[in-house]
């Protein structure tokens, strides 16, 4: 898969001000429309990013899951053991 690569490109991820700032070129000799390939291009661009943000976005949900399972793990362990230490002071 190609990613979006034109010397009109600004580095760096693309966030939505900067979607919204992108100027494409025109066709030559003044026609209106804007050149296929380059729309193209900055289609596959687009595309390339958002799956791989989705991916990180997925990513860090998984570990937020384990982590929130692990303290709550941890949680209950302790609650169990303040319980039986109460139990053993009476």
């Known amino acids: 898969m ?3 690569r034109s010397r009109h490109a600004q580095p760096g991820p693309l966030t939505p001000d900067r979607i919204l700032g992108v100027a494409l070129p025109r066709t030559s000799l ?19 990013e958002l799956r791989d943000r989705t991916r990180q976005l997925d990513l860090t949900r998984a570990e937020n899951h384990r982590i929130k399972e692990a303290l709550r793990t941890w949680q209950g362990q302790h609650a169990d053991e303040r319980s039986r230490a109460r139990q053993a002071v009476r």
Do not use: T
Request: aromatic share 10%; charged share 30%; hydrophobic share 40%.
């Open 2 to 4: 190609a990613v979006y």
């Open 30 to 48: 003044c026609r209106r429309g804007y050149r296929v390939d380059e729309v193209d291009a900055l289609l596959h661009r687009l595309a390339h």
